[in-house]
T-cell receptor, first 113, second 110 residues
């Protein structure tokens, strides 16, 4: 099946720094990728839709200046958490659409100290 | 997209069939039913999807009622590795986002 990777798998940073998370579709091209956030024992919450070559579409309540998304190629989308704070600590998951299905990455655990 | 309702948790004995129900009473005619599962601290894994006919693959079977207002995911012989949160999602086949509900936490008991 299609494979989606994320890097890094785990990151710890200091409050106030920015963190970039990469999402790659390894064996298919994805014009659309999605970013989710998941808090402990909670469901996945869609943050934004990333479209190759255009601006991302953010869900209501998600700050676009806080969570910068870039989808510069058909196989790579990046999420940058700017000026991270402890409340941004979460599990961030991306997905990429391949045909009628959506394939998820393994997730990135962000801890902000 | 239509919303779904699932029981929060279920147990199943190892080797037995696990039957996970999902209600989607507001589903529209062009919306598919998708099932994903998430093992702890991993990304969701695709299981199966269908429109109105029952579907089967190497992982599971999907039974959709005739009125399409509910469905059941069947894991025919549950193993300990099937312990996960199972999500039932409805959306257009070529639609946009997946909106996850709360899912069912399945625990397979030895």
């Amino acid at each position: 099946g299609a494979v989606v990777s994320q890097h890094p798998s785990r990151v710890i940073c200091k409050s106030g720094t920015s963190v970039k998370i990469e999402c790659r579709s390894l064996d298919f091209q994805a014009t659309t990728m999605f970013w989710y956030r998941q808090f402990p024992k909670k469901s996945l919450m869609l943050m934004a839709t990333s479209n190759e070559g255009s601006k991302a579409t953010y869900e209501q309540g998600v700050e676009k200046d806080k969570f910068l998304i870039n989808h510069a190629s058909l196989t790579l989308s990046t999420l940058t958490v700017t000026s991270a704070h402890p409340e941004d600590s979460s599990f961030y998951i991306c997905s990429a659409r391949g045909g009628a299905s959506e394939f998820f990455g393994p997730g990135t655990r962000l801890t902000v100290l | 997209d239509a919303k779904t309702t699932q029981p929060p948790s279920m147990d199943c004995a190892e080797g037995r069939a696990a039957n996970l129900p999902c209600n989607h009473s507001t589903i529209s005619g062009n919306e598919y039913v998708y099932w994903y599962r998430q093992i702890h601290s991993q990304g969701p894994q695709y299981i199966i999807h269908g429109l109105k006919n029952n579907e089967t693959n190497e992982m599971a079977s999907l039974i959709i009622t005739e009125d399409r207002k509910s469905s059941t995911l069947i894991l025919p012989h549950a193993t300990l590795r099937d312990t996960a949160v199972y999500y039932c999602i409805v959306r257009w086949d070529t639609g946009n986002q997946f909106y996850f509900g709360t899912g069912t936490s399945l625990t397979v008991i030895p």
